[in-house]
């Protein structure tokens, strides 16, 4: 059984840029969240997919995008990066009928300067 | 959402029994109990959930009683690698989409 990967591990961007983080769900799983967590504080709920539609989104502008696809991976794109969005991108999957049971992967550093 | 409250910290020795407690007064009917761990720099990872009384896995125990507006999550013989923080969480079990909401969760040291 594969668990959640993402990619990259580190990234650096300039203010303004756009990223764009990758992840692949854990094998038979089919939604997947996203998370951003500054540090000492606890994950914060960007959106989540699920049949490849954004079914709950978190109080994230809309510069924060994602796309799920047919395989259950996902990207988490965010533009016109600020400061404060440098963080720990989280990415987690789940089966549908057990949503809350979510495994996360190991996520993706950003840092915006 | 039901809202949680829970110690920002605890201290512990290797060996001991740790239990920490959540509260959540305003719990609704169809809400269910869960638990996270994470670790520095990792994802967390999902320890147990339950509904009422007494839930048990490999990894810890789940208390709650009867009037659901608490739970205790119990960590038999600790070890330090069991340092990390705990998160308390509740929401509805639904189809298709999370209702977690995590909060600052509870940093357990373990010391030798």
């Known amino acids: 059984e594969t668990g959640v990967t993402q990619s990259p591990t580190h990234l650096i961007k300039t203010r303004g840029q756009q990223v764009t983080l990758r992840c692949s769900s854990q094998?038979?799983?089919?939604?997947v969240s996203w998370y951003q967590q500054a540090l000492g504080q606890g994950p914060q709920f960007i959106f989540q997919?699920?049949?490849?539609?954004?079914?709950g989104r978190g109080n994230f502008p809309p510069r924060f995008s994602g796309l799920q696809f047919p395989n259950y991976s996902s990207e988490l794109n965010v533009n016109a990066l600020e400061l404060d969005d440098s963080a720990l991108y989280l990415c987690?999957?789940?089966?549908?009928?057990?949503?809350?049971?979510?495994?996360f992967g190991p996520g993706t550093r950003l840092t915006v300067t | 959402l039901a809202k949680t409250t829970q110690p920002i910290s605890m201290d512990s020795y290797e060996g001991q029994e740790v239990n920490i407690t959540c509260s959540h007064n305003?719990?609704?009917?169809?809400?269910?109990i869960t638990w996270y761990q994470q670790f520095p720099s990792q994802g967390p990872r999902f320890i147990i959930q339950?509904?009422?009384t007494k839930v048990t896995n490999e990894v810890a125990s789940l208390f709650i009683p009867a009037d659901r507006k608490s739970s205790t999550l119990s960590l038999p013989r600790v070890s330090l690698s069991d340092t990390a923080v705990y998160y308390c969480?509740?929401?509805?079990?639904?189809?298709?989409?999370?209702?977690?909401?995590f909060g600052k969760g509870t940093m357990l040291l373990v010391s030798p």
């Open positions: 997919y699920y049949r490849e539609e954004e079914n």
């Open positions: 969480l509740v929401g509805p079990r639904t189809t298709g989409y999370s209702t977690l909401t």
């Open positions: 094998s038979g799983h089919n939604t």
């Open positions: 339950g509904y009422k």
């Open positions: 305003n719990i609704a009917t169809n809400d269910y």
């Open positions: 987690a999957s789940s089966l549908d009928t057990r949503p809350n049971e979510q495994y």
